[in-house]
C-alpha cells in the first residue's frame, strides 16, 4: 500500500486532535481561572531509503535518503499565561496577581485553582462553586500560628473580642492661665473593668496660685506647674490603677480645651463585618471597634506549572512532571498577591484561536486531499488489468 495514504491518515487524526483542543478552547472563552491549550505536532517514523555514505578518495559523500510516515501530536501544552481580571465588587471574589494556586479540596482530593469564585456556606465555610472548600490557616488569638498545618476556612460567626481593662488615660489640650483662683474644669471618660464593665472616670482640675491641681475625687491627687505655659514636668495621676498621663497638657491663656482624650480599655465585642486583604488574610471587624485576623488562605506554587493535569471546574492536580506544590502565604516565596472584589477571566484569545481553527480545518482539508490523491493513485494501478 502507498506510505502517502497512511501519512494522510495521520494527518487527519493530528488536525482532528488540533480542532479538538481549539473548539474546547472557544468553548470556554468566558470561563473563570480557565487556562487555553495548544497542541503541538511532530513527525513519526521515517524509513531509511539509501544509507548515508562518507566521502572517500575520488568520491564524494552522499546524505541518506529517507521517507517520512506521517505526523502524530508531540503533546498539548497549557497556557497558564494570566487572565484579565473582571471586577465584580463581591468581597470573597478572589484573584491572584502572579504566580500560585488556591488550594481547595473536593471529595477528599486536594486540587490547584486560579477560579478565586468563593462564597461562604450555610455552616460559615469558604468554598468554591462547585462546592471545594477553601484551605488556609486559622488564627488563634487573632494570629497565625507557625508550622500550621493548612485546613479549611470557616468565618467564626460567634466570634468575640475579649474586653479589656483600662490601665492608662491621656489628657491633652490647655489649661487657662487667666483663669481665677478657685475656678474648676471638670473632665469625665469612659473606661472599663476586665469584665468589659464600664464606668467613669473623672478628673477635676483646680486652679491654684502656682498652677493647678487634678484630683480624682477618690483621693488621688497632683499638682500641674507651669512657665511660659509650659509645664515645668511630666505629671501624671494614678487612680484606681488606671495611670492618667498629663504631660501634654499646656498653661497658656485665653484657652479652655483640656480633655481626656485617650483610654486603652474596651468592652467585649462580637463580629459584626469582615473583608479579605491583599495577602489573603481574612480580618474581623467587631463591635467594639478592635479588628483581628481570623483566617488567611494558602496558595500554592509549582516548579513545572505546565505538568499539572486538568481536573475539571477549573481546577489541576499534580503530576509527576509538576513537582510538589509549594504551600505559602501570598506574597511571599514567589507567590502572587491576592485581589479582593475581581476575578481572573480566561486567557483564551479569540483572534488566535479563530486563526487555528481555520489552520487545523485546511490542515485537515489537505490531508483529506492526500488520502483522495493516493485512491486515485491505486485505482490507476487496478485499471492496468482489464
Partial sequence: MLRSLFAGISGLRSHQTMLDVTGNNIANVNTTGFKASAVQFQDSLSQLLQNSMMPQQGAGGQNPAQVGLGVQVAGISTNFAAGAPQPTGVPTDLMIVGDGFFVVQSGGETLYTRNGGFSFDASGKLVSADGALV???????????????????????GAL?????TTGAAVTGNLPSESAVGTQLV????????????????LTFTRTATGWDVADGA???TSLAFVDGVQTGSGSLVSGGITVDLAKVTGFADVSDVAITEQNGKAAGTL?????????????????????????????GFVNPGGLEKAGSSQFRPSGNSGQPTIGFAGTDGLGGVISGALEMSNVDLSQEFTNLIVAQRGFQANARIITTSDEVLQELTNLKR
Avoid at 282 to 299: I, K, P, W
Fill in 219 to 221: 483621693g488621688a491627687t
Fill in 272 to 300: 459584626s463585618s469582615y473583608a479579605l486583604t491583599n495577602d489573603g488574610s481574612l480580618v474581623g471587624t467587631f463591635s467594639n471597634g478592635e479588628t483581628a485576623v481570623l483566617a488567611r488562605l494558602a496558595l500554592a
Fill in 161 to 165: 473580642s475579649p474586653a479589656t481593662a
Fill in 135 to 157: 484551605q488556609g490557616w486559622t488564627a488563634q488569638n487573632g494570629a497565625i500560628v507557625p508550622g500550621q498545618g493548612v485546613g479549611s476556612i470557616t468565618l467564626p460567626v
Fill in 187 to 202: 473632665r469625665d471618660v469612659q473606661v472599663y473593668d476586665a469584665t468589659g464593665t464600664e464606668s467613669s472616670l473623672r
